[in-house]
Every structure is written in structure tokens, then in C-alpha cells.
């Protein structure tokens, strides 16, 4: 039964190292190849439009599915003390919000508001709920991490990824809701959701490579 148990949890931290690895490779070589598409100004979820966007739809399904798994065996792991409710709670939201991401795909950039579409409104606030989520998730491990001997190895990288993918947030947020700010912007608009984005993405794949060898040693 340990051994079953013990290969459960290190599928999920596989799942946690492949999956934030294999959807930014995926966005970045898609966003590389697909013409017309420009990577600075447009946004990931951008290339779930048009022809090819099926590739994109597939890449968040997969994502959300390995994230949810991996906050499973995070979960396991934590079965008690600081981050053990809330942490996997808000991993396996993060999940869902990405899940819900591919079929509800956004509308192209620059469509006004009173005019959105259902699914792109869906994947509006999936989108909006979701960066929120990602910097304050780090946090709440953080607390963990600096606290817990077994899991200090982590404190820094999630403390500086923190404060990155936190501040990169709000410069997002701020940018994106004022319509002066993103005409001002719109040539750096996927950059700055890259840099939301991509430290949260090597905070997941660094707790997972962490959790394999916490699993591993015992």
C-alpha cells in the first residue's frame, strides 16, 4: 500500500515538473512558427484562434489536467500545518481556470466589451481570476517553505518568483484596465502577460522537482 501510495505521488510530481515545461515550450515554439503571430504584443491565449488553435485549446486541456493532478499529490505531502488546506485548494483552482481556458477561448484582442462573446467572456474572467491566483498561491507555500526545514531548500526561489510574478500582476492589471495605458503598451501587451506567466510556470516546475526528491529520499 505505501509503495502504490508512494508512486501516486511521484506520477504527481512528474506531472508538476512536466507540465508548466511542456506548456510554455508549446506557447513559445507555436507562437515562433504561427504567422502573423507576434509574441511582444499578442497573448497566449491569442493563439487559441484560427486554424491552428486547436494546438493552443490542447495545450491548456493538458495543462490543466497535470496541474490538477500535481496539486493532488501536493495535497498528500501536506497533510497538515501551514499551506496544507489552502495551498492544494488554490492549485487545483488554478487547474480548473486553466482547464476552462482551452475550450472557452478569448476573443481576438481589441474587441470592445458590449461586443464579447460568451466564451470569450468565460475565458475573460477564468483569465482575471487566475493571475490573481498565481502570485498568492507562491506566497502561501512560501510561508511553508521558510518555516519548514524539510522544504527551506525552496524559500528563496519562491520569495524572488513572488515578488515577480506579484508585481509583474499588478503592472498587468493596471495596464490592462486603463485603455490609455494599453494603447501606450500594446506593442509590449504579451510580454508583460509572458512575465506573469513564465516565473509562476518555474515556481510550479521548481516545487515539483523539489517534491520528486522529497519523495524519493524517504
Known amino acids: 500500500m505505501k509503495r502504490i501510495l508512494r508512486d501516486h505521488s511521484r506520477l504527481a510530481a512528474w506531472a508538476g515538473i512536466i507540465a508548466p515545461f511542456c506548456f510554455v515550450l508549446v506557447f513559445s515554439v507555436e507562437g515562433w512558427l504561427r504567422p502573423g503571430y507576434n509574441a511582444m504584443s499578442s497573448f497566449v491565449s491569442a493563439l487559441s484562434l484560427g486554424p491552428r488553435g486547436w494546438i493552443q485549446i490542447i495545450n491548456f486541456l493538458i495543462f490543466g489536467g497535470l496541474l490538477a493532478l500535481f496539486s493532488r499529490g501536493v495535497a498528500a505531502e501536506f ?56 502570485p498568492i498561491v507562491i506566497f502561501v507555500f512560501y510561508r511553508r517553505f521558510h518555516l519548514d526545514p524539510d522544504w527551506q531548500m525552496l524559500q528563496w526561489w519562491s520569495l524572488v518568483l513572488g515578488i515577480i510574478c506579484s508585481t509583474a500582476t499588478l503592472f498587468f492589471t493596471i495596464v490592462s484596465k486603463n485603455p490609455s495605458l494599453t494603447e501606450t503598451f500594446k506593442a509590449w501587451l504579451g510580454l508583460i502577460q509572458r512575465s506573469v506567466i513564465v516565473p509562476f510556470m518555474l515556481w510550479v516546475f521548481i516545487f515539483g522537482t523539489g517534491l520528486l526528491k522529497r519523495i524519493n529520499t524517504k
Open 79 to 134: 497533510e497538515e500545518g501551514k499551506a496544507s488546506k489552502w495551498g492544494p485548494i488554490l492549485l487545483a483552482a488554478i487547474a480548473l481556470l486553466y482547464f476552462i481556458s482551452g475550450p472557452f477561448v478569448m476573443d481576438p484582442q481589441g474587441t470592445p466589451s458590449l461586443e464579447g462573446s460568451l466564451h470569450g467572456t468565460v475565458h475573460g474572467l477564468a483569465g482575471g481570476i487566475v493571475f490573481l491566483l498565481m
